[in-house]
């Protein structure tokens, strides 16, 4: 069993940057891929990007290409999300969650099996 922990979220101004961390016990990350997703009240969960498992291979979804950069340390069990140019429409619950495969369909929620808690990113004008 992996057990996630997000970490990094808080409030930042439109332009500004956050880095996300999502911390892993249980387990090691290496054999997954991993992914960030996004909630925004009232909406579901929506891709934010993906890496593999080796971490020479990224997949950001369109909406946060150029902004978002998805990284990995295996040896510290972490995953990175940094964040920059953020825009009012980036506040979300921001997950990480764990994919044993790699490929079309990593953008669906469906096929992650291991989420955090979730850490909130808030973005003000």
């Known amino acids: 069993q992996v057990h996630l922990v997000e970490s990094g979220g808080g409030l930042v101004q439109a332009g500004g940057s956050l880095r996300l961390s999502c911390a892993a016990s249980g387990r090691t990350l290496s054999r997954y891929s991993m992914g960030w997703f996004r909630q925004a009240p009232g909406k579901e969960r929506e891709f934010v990007g993906a890496i593999n498992s080796r971490g020479d291979n990224t997949y950001p979804a369109d909406s946060v290409k150029g902004r978002f950069r998805i990284s990995r340390d295996n040896a510290k069990n972490t995953v990175y999300l940094q964040m920059n140019s953020l825009k009012v429409e980036d506040t979300a619950v921001y997950y990480c969650?764990?994919?044993?495969?790699w490929g079309p369909g990593v953008d669906d929620l469906g096929v992650y099996d291991h989420w955090g808690q979730g850490t909130q990113v808030t973005v003000s004008t």
């Open positions: 969650g764990t994919t044993e495969g």
